[in-house]
Each structure stands twice: as structure tokens, then as C-alpha cells.
């Protein structure tokens, strides 16, 4: 009895020992550290709109002098295991709103190896001058904080730091550079810097060449200088550094022509979109033998894409748009099996799309439009690209076939753009799409073209928007042939901001149903053998800027108001329309006339027979709406992920 006792003392005191082994996991923090913590959290308030990231919390708010003292365990804090000295805190996307100013606390944590400022709004500060005070720094990230004015020399003072973030300091309204490298300069500044492993001074204004001194940088892994206003020649040293696996130097005004790359290199991701290159792409890019991405759009690149880049068979994104390529496009691609992302767009590539593309099965995106590519091409082949969701060929000298069936199930599109493809029939395969968000299947008059996306108004406020305007809600199905009744149906693609079925074969009446488009900019549906009256209901779409009915049958008084603002060409070519701005005056205010029966017919054949699936593309659209509607708030958040994910598409192509 007594030995079965002792046996579960020894058991208790076996557990106790482990409890407190656990809680003394953390190294006791000095007192004055913790207050110095403690100082520091008091000098900012917290915001929710001072961080960017979807995960943001106040971090700083679980410390407390009424809690655990003992500051070695509190949120974004670490300290040493030995001496218990504060050496890391990470305070990064934290809601810390306020000045920073020299005298701050933090300034007291001498004993700091790592820090991160990282996504507060530190309300234009300087970056104070006190930072020399943290000889230890290994790891410094002041980014995307809104620090603003010179980069202060004492930063060079920190000859321990491997690791130094300095980018995305811009103003959160207008988005501009508001931090400067200028005196010092760059290589003032980081003359005793030269050991850094990973550098970003991404958005701060340096406007100078390309700092000679880069080239001295032989441990660096990471090097981002987009957005800095450099100029000149990208020197041929930078490619060679031994260690660089990410280059990024796009939207620069570098000029001068791609090097020869004589060795095999660590590069995996090379970015330089948005230059003032020019020259072709050397055939010795295959010595890049690890080079994953490649973004070179808008870059004034010309000549032939060389055979070679066949043998980069690492290849996941490619991004050669907008460049002055000629020639045909390699069948070497074929190779590139790996391939994600293939952006050609608004070249001059000419002759037939290679007969290997359907060998790039990975394809999620494959953008082919505004070339000079001909031929005839089986559509099959892109069919077969199961995984392909945004696809685009419009605008070049194709000439698509359709078969009538499709085998399988055929891909689920995002963007699907066959504008000027000489489409025979109208593609099968749309009916069983469910998550359209631009369809473009324009006919064969050169959008007519209007830029119905450049601005916008929300709420009343007209705002311009030229980088988006490929991810707004269009339907374009003007110029073709289609037959039949526009559906009610239509009512639901809520998020719609132009609707485009001009030029068709369209009878019936204009259904009231559209009044329920609340976001609608562009409504044409001119050149049809629609009647009936214009619905008084469509005086609901407070949005709308471009309106046209002209040459159809419709009859009846013009709604006032609003639609009187439209001119008369929106109008003329109806033999019954009446009113402001037409010069037929009406007789007795009669109400708009029903659809005329003759022309009220069976809508099979119709293009809109397909219902439920009007709807579901509407989704897609009310989402994209829904970012739009978003956009002050969507700004800083997607700064935060072109940070954190370094997504092409967040950085706003300036050319
Ligand atoms: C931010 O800066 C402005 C202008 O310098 C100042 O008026 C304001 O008090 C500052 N806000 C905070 C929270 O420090
Ligand atoms: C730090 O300096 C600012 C002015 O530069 C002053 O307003 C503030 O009170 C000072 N804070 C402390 C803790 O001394
Ligand atoms: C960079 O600074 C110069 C002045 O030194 C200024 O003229 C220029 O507009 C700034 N560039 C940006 C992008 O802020
Ligand atoms: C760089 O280091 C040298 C030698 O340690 C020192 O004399 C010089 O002042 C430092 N330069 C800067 C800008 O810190
Ligand atoms: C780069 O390093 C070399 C030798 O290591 C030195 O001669 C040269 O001056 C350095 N370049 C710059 C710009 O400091
Ligand atoms: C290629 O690099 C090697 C060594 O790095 C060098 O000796 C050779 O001159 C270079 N060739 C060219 C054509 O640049
Ligand atoms: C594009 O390249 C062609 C030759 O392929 C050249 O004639 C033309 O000037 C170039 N255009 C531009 C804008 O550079
Ligand atoms: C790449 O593709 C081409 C033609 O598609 C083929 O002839 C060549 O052998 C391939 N190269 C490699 C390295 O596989
Ligand atoms: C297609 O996408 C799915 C889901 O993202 C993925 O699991 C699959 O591996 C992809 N197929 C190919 C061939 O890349
Ligand atoms: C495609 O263009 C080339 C010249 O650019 C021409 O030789 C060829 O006949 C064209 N093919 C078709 C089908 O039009
Ligand atoms: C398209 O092809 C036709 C006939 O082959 C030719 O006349 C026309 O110029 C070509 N258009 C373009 C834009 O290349
Ligand atoms: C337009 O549709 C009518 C029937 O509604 C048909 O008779 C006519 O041929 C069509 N017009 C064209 C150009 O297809």
C-alpha cells in the first residue's frame, strides 16, 4: 500500500517537473526590456487600415504588465536562451499606426539580430537615424510601412545585416515612391554592405544608372530594384553574380540590349518587364539553366524567340507580351512541358501555332492575340489543354475550326478571347461554361471598338482604371449573326459593365429585365430587329454613359431624363421612336407599344437558349464587381500579396 503510494508521488512529481520545465521554456526577460516593449507598443496607436495583409492582428495587444511579465513569451518576441536579451521581434502587420521618431523605446533593445516593421503605416516618418543603435541587425524589414524621405546613412553602420528590406514604402492614397536613396547615394550607403544576401529597394526612388557597386554583391540570393527610376545600361556583372537565383528590375527605363550569357547560372527568376530594352533575345539564354520565370513584357525586345529556348525545360511562367518579336514561333516550345503561364500577346509573330502546344498540358493561361499568325487551326487542340482557363487569340490572321460535338468535358474558361477568329458557327462548347468572366467573340469590324473601361463611376465618383480593364465584366457578341430573343435571363449577369449585341439578328422586345444590370456602363444594341418601346425601367441604371438603339423597329416615347442626354444618333433608324432628342415630337403620351407579334418568334436557335448558364457566368462577374467596388481597400491588400506572393499581375503595368 505504502510503495503503491510512494509509485504515484513519484509519478506526480515526474509531471510536475515536466510542467515546470514547459513554462520555463522561456528565458525570463530583463525588466527593462520589458518596459522598453512595453514603451514602445504605448508610442503607436492600433488601426486595422494600418496593415495590409488579410491576417493582420494587433500583436502587441496580448502584452501587458498586468499578464506574463515575462516579455520573453509575448507575440513577436524572441529572446536569447542564454541571456535572456530581447534579439528578435517581429511586429509585422501588427495595425501599428503613428510617427517613428529616434527617441522611440525600441531603441533601447540594443541586444535586436532580427526585426520587422513590416506592413504598419508609420505616417510618413523618416526612418530614424536611431537604427545605428542595433549594431546586432542580421535581418532588418522596413517595408511597405510607409516610411517616407532620405534612406539615412547610419543604415551602413549595420555591417552585420544579411538580409535588408526597404521596399514598397509609397503613399497609400496615390501610390507613389516616397522614399529616396539619393544622398547618400547608393553606393555611399552600401560601400560596407557588400555581404547582404538579399536586398529589396523595390519602389524607392534612386534615379540613377544601375549602382556600379552591385556587381561587388557576390553572396546575393535576392536582388529587387523594380520601380526604382534607374536608367541606363543593366550592366552584364549583375547576370553574373554566382549566387543571384531572383533579379527583378522591371518598370526601370533601362535601356541597352540583353548580354551574351556566356555560364551556367543560379538564376531561377528573371524580371525585366516594362524597360526600354531592345535587341533580340540572345541564343545563349540556354545557359540559364535554371531560370523558372522569365517577365519580359513591354520591353521593346524584337527579332526571333531563339530555338534554344526549347532546352529551358525548367520554364513555369514566360512573359514576352507587347515586345516587336517577329518570326515564327519556335516549335521548340513543345519542350517547355513545365510551362504555367504563355504570354505572346501584341507581337509580330507570324505563321501557324506550333503543332506541339497541346504537349504543354500544365497551361493555365495561353495569350496568342494581337500577332500576325495565320492559318488554319483545329480547336481541338486547345481542348486538349485541360487545366488551360484564360485563353486568348483574337486579333491575328487565324481561322478557327469548331468542330459542332466536343469530346469530353471541355475545359471551365475564365477569359476566353476568339474576337476576329473567323468563327463559322458559334462555339459549342459555351454552353457548358460556368465561370466566364470576359468572353470576347467579336466579329470581324475593327470593340467599333470603344474604351468603355477606362473610367468608371462608383457611387458618383468617376474614377479612371487602365490597369484592370481586362478583369471587367464585357459581353461582346456584336458583328455576328445571331438570331432570336434577348432572354430575361440576361437580368441576372448582375456585374455586367457593357453588354454589346450590336449588329445581329436580334428580334423581340428590349426586355425590361436589363434594368436590373446596376453596374452597366455601355448598353448597344444597335442594328437589330428589335421593337416594342424602350422600357421606362431602364432609367434605373444610374451607370450608364453609351447608349445606342439605332436601326431597329422600336416605337414609343424615349424615356425622359437621362436617356434625352443620349444624341439622337443613339436613336435614329426607328421609324416610331418620339421625343427629346428626336426631332418627332410625340402625339398623345402613349405608352410604349408591346413587341410586335410577327416578330415575337420561337427563340430556339437563339444564342441565349442557354438560360441557366447566363446566370452562372453572372457570377463570375458579380465577383469581379465586387473587387472593383473594393478597390481603395483591394489597393494595399494586393500590394501586400505582389510582396508576399510577387504576383506579376498586382504590379500596374505602366506602359
Ligand atoms: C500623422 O502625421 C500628421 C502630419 O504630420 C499629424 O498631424 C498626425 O498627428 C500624425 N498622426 C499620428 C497618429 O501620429
Ligand atoms: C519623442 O520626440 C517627439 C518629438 O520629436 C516628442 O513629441 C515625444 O514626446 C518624444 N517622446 C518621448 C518618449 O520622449
Ligand atoms: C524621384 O525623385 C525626383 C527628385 O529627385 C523626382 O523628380 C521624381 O518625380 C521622383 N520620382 C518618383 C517616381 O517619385
Ligand atoms: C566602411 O567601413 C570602413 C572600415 O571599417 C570605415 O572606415 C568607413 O567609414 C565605413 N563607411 C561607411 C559609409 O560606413
Ligand atoms: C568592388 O570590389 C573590387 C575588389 O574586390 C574593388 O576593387 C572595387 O573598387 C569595388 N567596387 C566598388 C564600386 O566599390
Ligand atoms: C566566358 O567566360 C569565361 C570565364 O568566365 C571567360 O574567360 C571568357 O572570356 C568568356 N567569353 C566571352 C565570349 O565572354
Ligand atoms: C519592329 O520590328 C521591325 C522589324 O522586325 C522594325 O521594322 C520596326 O521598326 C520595329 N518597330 C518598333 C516599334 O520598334
Ligand atoms: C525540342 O523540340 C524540338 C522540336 O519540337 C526537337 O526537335 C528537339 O529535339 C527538342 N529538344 C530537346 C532538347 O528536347
Ligand atoms: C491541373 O490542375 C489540377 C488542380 O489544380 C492539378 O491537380 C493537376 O495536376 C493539373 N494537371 C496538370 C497536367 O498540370
Ligand atoms: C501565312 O503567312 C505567310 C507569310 O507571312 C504566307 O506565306 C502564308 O501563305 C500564309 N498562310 C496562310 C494560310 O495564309
Ligand atoms: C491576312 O491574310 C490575308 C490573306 O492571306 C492577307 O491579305 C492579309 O494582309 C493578312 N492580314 C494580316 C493582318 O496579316
Ligand atoms: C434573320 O432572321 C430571320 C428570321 O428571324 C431570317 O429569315 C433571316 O434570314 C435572318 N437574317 C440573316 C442575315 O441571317
Known sequence: MLKKRFVCLLILAYFLLIILRFSSSHPLCHANERSSLLQFKASFSID???????????KAASWTRRGTTNCCSWDGVECDEDTGHVIGLDMSSSFLYGNFDSNNSLFKLVHLEELSLADNHFNYSQIPTAIKQLPMLTHLDLSFSVFSGQIPSEIS?????????????????????????????????????????????????????????????????????ISCG??????????????????KVGFNDLTGELPYFNQSSALEVLSLEANSFSGEIPTSIEKLDHLIELYAYSCDL???????????????????????????????????????FLDLSSN?????????????????????????????????????????????????????LIRPSVDGTPPQYTTLKLSHCNLSVFPDFLWQQERMENLQLQGSTLRLIYRYSTTIRIKGVTRYYDVINEELCIIDLSNNNFGGEIPEVIGELKGLHALDLSNNNLTGGIPSALAN???????????N????????????????????????????????????????????????????????????????????????????????????????????????????IGHAVITRNSRWFAKFFRVKNLYVRRK
Request: charged residues 15%; negative net charge.
Open 348 to 400: 509580330h509573330f507570324s505563321g501557324p501555332i506550333p503543332s506541339s502546344f497541346p504537349k504543354l498540358i500544365k497551361l493555365n493561361l495561353l495569350f496568342l492575340d494581337g500577332n500576325d499568325l495565320n492559318e488554319t487551326v483545329d480547336f481541338d487542340m486547345f481542348l486538349r489543354l485541360k487545366n488551360l482557363t484564360s485563353l486568348a487569340l483574337s486579333n491575328n490572321n487565324l481561322s478557327i
Open 230 to 247: 534607374l536608367k541606363g545600361k543593366l550592366p552584364v556583372e549583375i547576370f553574373q553574380l554566382p549566387n543571384l537565383q531572383i533579379l
Open 48 to 58: 486595422k487600415s494600418a496593415s495590409g495583409d488579410p491576417s493582420a492582428y494587433p
Open 529 to 628: 430587329k428589335l421593337s416594342g418601346g424602350i422600357p421606362q425601367e431602364l432609367t434605373q441604371l444610374n451607370f450608364l454613359q453609351y447608349f445606342n438603339v439605332s436601326h431597329n423597329r422600336l416605337a414609343g416615347p424615349i424615356p425622359a431624363n437621362h436617356f434625352q442626354t443620349f444624341g439622337s444618333s443613339s436613336y435614329e433608324g426607328n421609324m416610331g421612336l418620339c421625343g427629346i432628342p428626336l426631332p418627332i415630337k410625340c402625339g398623345n403620351f402613349e405608352p410604349a407599344l408591346p413587341p410586335s407579334q410577327e416578330e415575337q418568334e420561337d427563340s430556339s436557335g437563339s444564342v441565349f437558349q442557354f438560360g441557366w448558364k447566363v446566370v452562372a457566368i453572372g457570377y463570375g462577374c458579380g465577383f469581379v464587381v465586387g473587387v472593383l
Open 517 to 527: 444590370l446596376e453596374a452597366l456602363e455601355s448598353l448597344d444594341l444597335s442594328q
Open 157 to 225: 553602420g549595420l555591417s552585420h545585416l544579411s538580409y535588408l528590406d526597404l521596399s514598397q514604402n509609397v503613399d497609400p492614397d496615390s501610390e507613389e515612391s516616397i522614399l529616396e536613396l539619393k544622398t547618400p547615394d547608393f553606393n555611399s550607403l552600401f560601400q560596407n554592405l557588400t555581404g547582404l544576401e538579399e536586398l529589396s529597394l523595390s519602389d524607392v526612388n534612386i534615379s540613377s544608372t544601375v549602382p556600379s557597386l552591385l556587381a561587388n554583391f557576390s553572396s546575393l540570393t535576392y536582388l529587387s530594384l
Open 302 to 340: 524584337s527579332g526571333p524567340i531563339p530555338f534554344s529556348i526549347g532546352n529551358l525545360k525548367q520554364f513555369k511562367h514566360l512573359d514576352l507580351g507587347e515586345n516587336n518579336f517577329s518570326g515564327p514561333i519556335p516549335p521548340s516550345f513543345g519542350n517547355l512541358t513545365q510551362l504555367i
